[in-house]
């Protein structure tokens, strides 16, 4: 089992930055494939990004492709977004999500997820 949290949320202009951290607890956390996934007001839980448990292979939604980029530091039990120009369409509920081995992009593959972090972005 993994416990995970999210930080880094907050409220930023369109054009900004901000750096979303997925710590997890657990000794096996190196396991475990990441994902991002992100729900915003009235929408549904969509995918943002993954990566697997090696850190290699991400994978991004198109609408963030070339803005954002996910790493993980195993030795830190880490996994992070950095989102750059940051648009209002971006403001959402970021969540972390855990999955043996492997990041994907359906959200029910995924067994483990944190509380989520707020992401704000104004126009």
């Known amino acids: 089992q993994v416990q995970l949290v999210e930080s880094g949320g907050g409220l930023v202009q369109a054009g900004g930055s901000l750096r979303l951290s997925c710590a997890g607890a657990g000794r096996t956390f190196s396991s475990y494939g990441i994902g991002w996934f992100r729900q915003a007001p009235g929408k549904e839980r969509e995918f943002v990004a993954a990566?697997?448990?090696?850190?290699?292979?991400?994978n991004y939604a198109d609408s963030v492709k070339g803005r954002f980029t996910i790493s993980r530091d195993n030795s830190e039990n880490a996994v992070y977004l950095q989102m750059n120009s940051l648009k209002p369409e971006d403001t959402a509920v970021y969540y972390c999500?855990?999955?043996?081995?492997?990041?994907?992009?359906?959200?029910?593959?995924?067994?483990?997820w944190g509380q989520g972090t707020q992401v704000t972005v104004s126009s």
């Open positions: 990566i697997s448990w090696t850190g290699a292979r991400p």
């Open positions: 999500a855990a999955r043996i081995l492997a990041g994907g992009t359906q959200a029910s593959g995924y067994d483990y």
